[in-house]
């Protein structure tokens, strides 16, 4: 029913273990990020952004012809909605889950790639960078600390997308130098998450071969392949 176009990322997590929970079928589509397969046309033709992951529904709720989906945010809602799982229905309840979907679009994802991508994979280590990078995951880190211990339990109150959306992310914690010790309702939050059997399932999904991390994937994973294209046009 679903092709799902991935790779094993933050991102990419995001939607096996949505389909893993609400056990869609769903065919898996490798796209090597390190070799530039984010840039062949057939996948620019249904993911414009070339970035991980994509969608294509061979079965959408209308009865239509199949229907592509990009960016995770808008996946994930387009398959609780496809489904009535893991949104509420009515409106706060939607909105608030909703709303922290969008937090970890705008904030928890970004600014985790960047403090990533400055501390750990920049060949050059730019201390600003780092710091103003690192400060901003810690800040975040607390405001998603905060929130679950007003909840006592998930992110949105009952397991949602919003969950789903923000894990993958809390799983880079110790690369990226932080301990859940000290963020005690993440860390509540992050076991109960990571002891589903949907989420491990959706974890194990692609663990395929990657291509070595030479001077090449560096410019297919960070830019310099997308700014050559921009300049061909």
Known sequence: ?????????????????MLEELGLPYTVIPVNIRAGEQF?????????????PAIVDHAPADGGAPFSV???????????????????TD????SHAVQWVMWQMSGLGPMLGQHGHFALYAQEKIPYAIERYRDEAARLYRVLDTQLGKTGAYIAGDYSIADIACFPWTMT?????????????????YAVVRARPQVQAGLAIGKFVKEPFDEEARKNMFGQKAKEMVGRK
């Open 91 to 94: 409106a706060r309840g939607r």
């Open 1 to 17: 029913m679903i092709d799902l176009h991935y790779a094993p990322t933050p991102n990419g997590w995001k939607i096996s273990i």
């Open 173 to 189: 914690h110790k690369a990226q130098g932080f301990t859940l010790d000290d963020y005690p309702n993440i860390k509540r939050w």
């Open 70 to 88: 990009f960016e995770t945010g808008a996946i994930l809602i387009y398959l609780a909605e496809k489904t009535g799982r893991f949104l509420p």
């Open 40 to 52: 062949k046309p057939e996948f620019l033709a249904i993911s414009p952004n070339n970035r991980i």
